[in-house]
């Protein structure tokens, strides 16, 4: 009965407009707020969120042909990353120890920020189940069990769920030029490492929102009308080196290939529009409702919400870290074709997600030169990693598809081998130690505060 009780908690936190709603409305209630504004702003955040989602679908659909066009069009087989599709076979027999995992790894985010100075709370409900999954299955295939599992697991992803919202915080200052958001996505290797490159090579670049074009060209300054267009010479050249009669056979269901290529490029404008309007709904609301949540639990705590929240920040950058990223994704398929390695494909939905994200990281730190050579970098790394990655899965590791982000790959790595080194013991105690250091540097912090104040 517990067990079924946690599943229904965990299948509603999963859905990120309920967490992120459910924390507005706590957030509005602990600001006693008059009735009709807790109502307004709970709905509006809720709202906010199903927008955005709406346009992740929009985009999402016009974007999955592109990986089995070009599949069809190079002639090429591999291993193609999506969380979705891993997990979905993880659940099969991992699924009890994921969801108490993530249940009981949502609590313990909550407590690492209330009694550390890691003040962030996750609100990514799906990527933190995904993530919960992981560490079912590494620590599950090194021999966890019972309730050692789910203690060391759930506190496994308690110190994840906190700690890269943290790395993360310095580059969101650049970004949105304020402190008030975190960032909360299991990329966040992938966008520091974006960042960084930005601060390097970016010198003198001026930003990816800055557009000197000709009068005539001015209507290259909306980034709708250039996503569109971009995308357009994208998806027509896949489908013409695909074929007539694959594409309109397979995808477009008898319409013209050159037209259904049109049309798809447009709707994936189209679904990147919706998604921005969606994130200008959330943060209006979001921000002023966690004060509230974070006064009365977890002081000080700042929401970390998923990718699309940077979006609005730089358009333009969003568009050239998706194509950068995805060259980087073809440079690192070709390097291993050539050191006879699996082959991991570039899957167009994580590249585009993660690869845009690091193009507005990149920006921020490096202007356009930031943006294209830090999501390059990015494209290479989600390529590389997974192939490390797939000897800790167990039995997963021989499925046709992996994790695909880079925290993933980079925590699995590091847990996956952790457990090799250390004795299972070892590693729940080492896990407690490092939560109670720092909660009581934190405590001492906030003391030598205290007494500087008086």
């Known amino acids: 009965m517990i067990k079924d009780i946690l599943s229904l908690v965990v299948d509603i936190l999963k859905v990120p407009a309920i967490l992120v709603g459910l924390v507005a409305l706590l957030g ?43 599949k069809h069009a190079f002639n090429v087989q591999g291993i193609i990353p999506n969380n979705e599709a891993i997990v979905s076979i993880g659940l099969g027999e991992y699924g009890a120890s994921t969801t108490l995992i993530m249940a009981f790894g949502m609590v313990a985010n909550i407590v690492i920020a209330r009694f550390t100075s890691l003040k962030y709370i996750f609100l990514s409900g799906h990527i933190t189940f995904y993530m919960a999954c992981m560490v079912a299955i590494i620590l599950s295939v090194a021999g966890f069990t019972g309730i050692q599992l789910i203690y060391t697991g759930a506190l496994t992803l308690g110190f994840i769920m906190a700690f890269f919202p943290a790395l993360a915080q310095p580059y969101m200052r650049k970004i949105t030029n304020n402190d008030q958001i975190a960032f909360g996505h299991f990329g966040t ?18 930003s990816t929102e800055e557009m000197n074009l000709p009068k005539n060209l001015s209507f290259l300054r909306d980034s709708t009308i250039s996503i569109s267009l971009t995308m357009m010479i994208i998806y027509l050249i896949l489908c013409i080196s695909a074929g007539k009669e694959y594409v309109e056979s397979t995808f477009s269901h008898g319409q013209n290939y050159l037209v259904f290529s049109i049309v798809q490029a447009i709707t994936f404008a189209a679904g990147v529009f919706i998604i921005l ?56 398929l070709f390097v291993l074709g050539h ?35 830090g999501a390059f970098a990015h494209g290479l790394l989600i390529t590389f990693l997974p192939v490390a990655l797939l ?13 695909s982000d880079a925290d993933f790959g980079v925590v699995g790595i590091l847990l996956g081998n952790l457990v090799h080194v250390l004795d299972k013991n070892m590693i729940t105690a080492l896990l407690t130690g490092i939560f109670g250091v720092l909660a009581v540097i934190n405590l001492l912090k906030s003391k030598k505060q205290a007494v500087g104040n008086e």
Not at 391 to 403: E, H, M, R, Y
């Open 189 to 206: 290797v992938g966008y520091v490492l974006s960042g960084w490159i930005g601060s390097v090579v970016g010198k003198g670049s001026r």
């Open 339 to 373: 050191l006879d390695l699996v082959l991991i494909l570039p899957g167009v939905v994580p590249h585009f997600f993660c690869g845009a994200t690091a193009g507005v990281f990149g920006n921020a730190t490096g202007g356009r030169r930031g943006a294209v050579i």
């Open 391 to 403: 000897p800790v899965l167990g039995s997963l590791g021989l499925a046709n598809t992996t994790f």
């Open 28 to 70: 509005l209630v602990a600001q006693k707020k008059s009735f009709p504004d807790v109502v307004k702003g709970t709905i509006k955040t809720i709202l906010g969120f199903l927008v955005l989602a709406g346009g992740a679908t929009v985009l999402v659909g016009s974007l999955s042909p592109l990986g089995d066009i070009f």
């Open 277 to 332: 309007q969606g994130v200008r709904l959330i943060l209006a609301e979001i921000v002023p409702a966690f004060t509230g949540f974070s006064e009365k639990l977890v002081p000080n705590a700042r929401p970390a919400l998923d990718c699309p929240v940077i979006y609005p920040y730089a358009p333009n950058a969003v568009l050239i870290g998706f194509i950068s990223s995805f060259v980087g994704g073809l440079v690192g």
